[in-house]
Structures are given as C-alpha cells and as structure tokens.
C-alpha cells in the first residue's frame, strides 16, 4: 500500500482523503487539475487537518478507519473548497449529526442511486460496524437487482437530485446499470442507516470542475478566470486576513502585501512600511488610509521589482510573503515546479541582500515533502 500521510496537526477526529483520478482525465484538463489539487491539498494541510492520498477510494477509508478517525471527507481531484474556511466550519457542524454518509446522492433512474465522487462525508465508526464495505465503482450495463430506496418528490434543481433519500419498503427492481457509490448506499439502506443530502453550507462552499468530462470542464473553467481576474483587478482585503505566528518584536523595516495592518504591532516607532501588491486596487485603497506609506505593485510570480524598493540598508527588516506562492486566485494557472522555483528564487536574493531579515509565509508553495501521486 502506497497511501501518502499528511499530518501537520492535531486535528484527528476527521480525516481528509484525496481520491486522485487525474490519470482519467484528458492531458490538458490533468495539468489544471493537477495544479488545483495541489493548491487545495495545502489548504487543507495548512488548516491542520490530516490529509491522506492515493488512487484507490477503498484503500483509503480503510487506512482511516484503521487509524482511529471518526469522520472521513472523501473528495476527488478536480474539488476545491473555497470561501476561507466556510467549509470546514460547515463540515465540522455536520458531523454533530447522527448519520452514516453525506453527500451528493443522485436518482439514476434505470441506474441505481449514485454518490457523486467530487465530495461525501462518512461515519467511519459506522463504516467499520457495517464490515467496511467497498464503495463501489461504475459499472455501465451492469444489472443488478436492488431494494428500491424511497426518495422525496421535491428536487434540489434537476430532477435527479432528491432533497432526501432512505431505506424503502422493501420492494425489489433490477437496474440496469452501477453508478459510483452504488454498493455502500445499498448497504446503508439496506441496514437502514441515514444517509443526507449535502445542504447549501457546504455546497456553496465548495467548488468541482468536472474534469471527467470535457465539456463540462471547460464550462466550468471561465469560473476560475474569473476568480483571477476578480483578484487581480478588484478584490481588496479591508481587513486582516492570516494570522501571524511569531514572536512580537519590533522591525525598523516592514514589506509586506497590502491587505490588514495586523504588522503594526511589530512596527519599531519611526519605522517604515512598504506595501507591495499585483493588485492595483487594493494599493489604491491602502494608499488612501496611510498615504505615509510606501507603495509598490509587483507580481512575485511573474517579472517583480520588489527588491529594488527595499532599502537593503536596514537589517532589521521583516518581509511578509504571505501565501503568494499559494494563492486560491492564481494557483490553478500556475504549476507547483513553477511556484516553487519562484518562492525559492525570490527568497535566496532577499537573503542575498539582507542576511538577517526575517521571512514570513502563511502557506508556502508547498507544505509538506511527500510529492502527492498526480505528480509521479
């Protein structure tokens, strides 16, 4: 077994597991997800919940269960959560609940019912009661023979997506075909244990791309240029944003995004400031409340100036490179060898020039030294 472990915190009650299916996925459509995947993989590592990887969905709700875990958030490559930590808060008043799985559960019709594979929720207590049951891939004209769930008459849009599903009356059907999911919802049903449809808090808190289907991803992919036109042009943060995990002291220097002026607390009296941002707006609005400081726009993944603003005379300088090299806005268009070796290049010529600065980052380009399974 080849399952990668990523365990940054003490965060244990809910396991994160990332399916890759990125082998599945036509090339171009691989090279976007697989930059999504690792964007997404360090905002969860960087939250402190443990995070567990590999190609086959089975192996790893076993390999959680096994581990003690109480709760497992299964989610495929081409899934990203979105809207800071909405999700996660949503997830974590969910599992206050007594069920078995949560999820995108869908009325196949001739199929029987599927678990959508972008993202579910699973008791890995009960999981481990009922014989850790297999999930259960598709299978197209595959019949089977069914107990026939009973579903509600109202739909969340379509007409496949029940607001909830449970066990039926016992009356049997054959179906003609298996969706993902098809074996553990016959088993919850079956033993009659509550399965949940995923409510707006957490479908409005994430985001999947359909990379299985070109069409739909393609459709899909003007949302995330909009995102990085949206964060280049418009989005301005008014207020702080990260938390920084450092001693306070006082710097004579401090360079660091224009986004909050949590910084002022280590700001030596007399001190100067130097905003930087690839965002014109949010220099704009910065400049309006403290026009004593210094701004600079610059893009650090791409030709920067930023050293040349900074006066490479005072060591005692702090420079915040927040979560540039991981940025929800522009990771999906840029690979992790690439925002690597910028964050590393950039890093080494502030070093260069200011032996004793200080560097802070709220999520570097890459948070851990497993390389995930989409990149081998």
């Known amino acids: 077994m080849n399952i990668l472990e990523f365990t940054p915190g003490w965060k244990t009650d809910i396991a994160f ?19 999504q995947a690792d964007g997404t993989l360090s ?13 086959d969905e089975d192996a790893l709700l076993r390999h959680a269960c096994n581990n003690g ?33 949560a999820g995108h559960v869908l009325d196949r019709s001739e199929a029987y019912y599927e678990l959508h594979h972008q993202c579910y929720i699973i008791n890995l207590e009960k999981y481990k009661e009922l014989g850790q049951p297999v999930v259960g891939e598709q299978e197209l004209g595959s019949k089977h023979i069914q107990y026939i769930p009973e579903r509600s008459n109202d739909n969340i849009h379509d007409d496949y997506t029940p607001l909830t599903v449970t066990h039926g009356n016992y009356t049997r059907e054959e179906y003609q075909h298996k969706c993902h999911g098809w074996h553990i919802l016959s088993i919850a049903f079956d033993n009659k244990e509550t399965v949940l449809i995923f409510d707006e ?12 289907s070109p069409k739909d991803f393609y459709k899909n992919l003007s949302w995330a240029y909009y995102r990085l036109n ?16 450092l001693p306070v002291r006082q710097y004579k220097q401090i360079v660091t995004p224009a986004s909050g002026v949590w910084f002022t607390d280590y700001l030596a009296p007399g001190g100067n400031v130097i905003m930087y941002d690839y965002n014109t707006a949010s220099l704009n609005y910065w400049q309006m409340q403290h026009p004593e400081y210094k701004f600079v726009q610059c893009d ?18 702090f420079i915040n490179l927040s979560n540039i090299f991981n940025y ?10 690439y925002r690597k070796y910028k964050e590393t290049e950039l890093v080494n010529r502030i070093k260069s020039v ?17 390389v995930p399974t989409w990149h081998l």
């Open 69 to 101: 875990h109480k709760w497992a958030v299964v989610s495929s490559t081409g899934t990203e959560f979105i809207n800071g930590s909405e999700f996660f808060d949503a997830v974590q008043s969910m599992v206050k609940k007594d069920f078995f799985i």
């Open 230 to 245: 949206y964060c280049h042009t418009t989005f301005v943060h008014t207020s702080n944003t990260e938390t920084i995990d």
């Open 201 to 212: 808090t957490i479908r409005n808190n994430k985001k999947h791309f359909y990379p299985e």
């Open 43 to 55: 905002n969860v590592y960087a939250k402190k919940w443990t995070i567990y990887q590999w190609i």
């Open 328 to 337: 929800e806005g522009t990771v999906f268009f840029h690979s992790l060898a």
């Open 17 to 35: 597991c990332f399916v890759d299916n990125t082998r599945s996925y036509q090339s171009g459509i691989r090279e976007f997800m697989k930059n």
């Open 300 to 317: 650090l993944l791409g030709e920067n100036n930023l050293l040349d603003c900074i006066d490479t005379s005072i060591p005692d300088t």
């Open 354 to 370: 200011l032996p004793s600065v200080t560097i802070n980052f709220s999520m570097q380009s890459e948070l851990f030294d497993i």
